[in-house]
């Protein structure tokens, strides 16, 4: 069971259109991280929130805190062929007190 | 830095038979994690080491998965006897000690179990 729903769980878009990827759960999250998985590797980190409305952008990419630190977003700007990959959210604490990943969402971006 | 190492990097083996798999963290990272990604799934935590204790292994399947942490180092996974739904892939993950350190994985190894 994931406790951790990410929506939505497939997205193909072409090149230089935006998208945005869901993350949310029913429990509070002392923090959040956002890792993309490429076929064959293992999941990088793309970015930690902290702060309940924290905004962190990194290039194309912005990724929202909830307020109440249950859900999180990410944002691709002008998407590009190498966004394509599998990305996930993990949430550390809430009642399950320990480090859990969503089923993630597959994005492929097609020139 | 060197990454996360793991092997071996595929596995086939039949139903009842065993398997380990062993992780190399990087130095100086004190948690080291094992995940299950099952095919269309996110990782799911198995067991968390803390040096060479065990922090959290809720979710590991005890009468057939055991897993260890010798030295504080390396680490090994070992199922047995395997079940046809154990194939997926075993992620191991380290971690400088505390939360939110980033997760650093390894690339896994691809267990079919047939």
């Known amino acids: 069971t994931q406790l951790l729903e990410q929506s939505p769980q497939f997205l193909s878009i072409q090149e230089g259109e935006n998208l945005t990827v869901y993350c949310n759960s029913s429990?509070?999250?002392?923090?959040l991280q956002w890792y993309r998985q490429e076929p064959g590797e293992g999941p990088v980190l793309l970015v930690t929130v902290v702060t309940g409305g924290e905004v962190k952008k990194l290039k194309r990419l912005t990724f929202q805190f909830g307020d109440a630190r249950k859900d999180s977003s990410l944002h691709i700007t002008a998407a590009q062929p190498g966004d394509t990959g599998l990305y996930l959210c993990a949430g550390a604490g809430g009642s399950w007190g320990k480090f859990q990943f969503g089923a993630g969402t597959q994005v492929v971006v097609t020139p | 830095e060197a990454g996360v190492a793991q092997s071996p990097r595929y596995k086939i083996i039949e139903k009842r038979q065993s398997v380990a798999f062993w992780c190399n963290p990087i130095?100086?990272?004190?948690?080291l994690y094992w995940y299950q990604q099952i095919l269309g799934q996110g990782p799911k935590l198995l067991i968390q080491f803390q040096n060479n204790g065990v922090v959290d292994d809720s979710q590991l399947p005890k009468d057939r998965f055991s897993a260890e942490r010798l030295k504080g180092v390396d680490s090994t996974l070992k199922i047995q006897p395997a079940k046809l739904e154990d194939s997926a892939v075993y992620l191991c993950?380290?971690?400088?000690?505390?939360?939110?350190?980033?997760?650093?994985f390894g690339n896994g190894t691809r267990l079919t179990v047939t």
């Open positions: 993950a380290s971690s400088l000690e505390g939360t939110p350190s980033p997760l650093h």
């Open positions: 130095s100086g990272h004190a948690t």
């Open positions: 429990s509070v999250f002392s923090s």
